[in-house]
């Protein structure tokens, strides 16, 4: 399985980016996904996850209203639309698959297979 992630950019304060994930392998749709972020100096944290069917999805409270996240199976692509972007959302963002199917995962420890990252930067 291998995870292409794109979309990221400089961006100002209040502006928006669509992040998109790109899986390979035929078995995308059994599988939740998940997008994490990583800052210079502290760890890497959850954004969001959605789950095999898209039907259920789950935000840390930092984005809540703010990022949406969406898949779509069909083209085995998870994406990740952001809004209202903030300074403090500068950070090198993951995709990520989960282990099982269910939008449950909310660390690291639950996703098996990564992508590259890509950064966005938001300017004040």
């Known amino acids: 399985v291998q995870l292409q992630a794109s979309g990221g950019g400089l961006v100002q304060a209040g502006g928006s980016l669509r992040l998109t994930c790109a899986a390979s392998?035929?078995?995308?749709?059994?599988?939740?996904m998940g997008w994490f972020r990583q800052s210079p100096g502290k760890e890497r944290e959850f954004v969001a996850t959605?789950?095999?069917?898209?039907?259920?999805?789950y935000y840390a409270d930092s984005v809540k209203g703010r990022f949406t996240i969406s898949r779509d199976n069909a083209k085995n692509t998870v994406y990740l639309q952001m809004s209202s972007l903030k300074p403090e959302d500068t950070a090198v963002y993951y995709c990520?698959?989960?282990?099982?199917?269910?939008?449950?995962?909310?660390?690291?420890?639950?996703?098996?297979?990564w992508g590259q990252g890509t950064l966005v930067t938001v300017s004040s």
């Open positions: 990520a698959r989960a282990r099982g199917s269910g939008a449950y995962g909310l660390t690291a420890r639950a996703y098996d297979y």
């Open positions: 959605i789950s095999s069917s898209g039907g259920s999805t």
């Open positions: 392998g035929r078995t995308f749709s059994n599988y939740a």
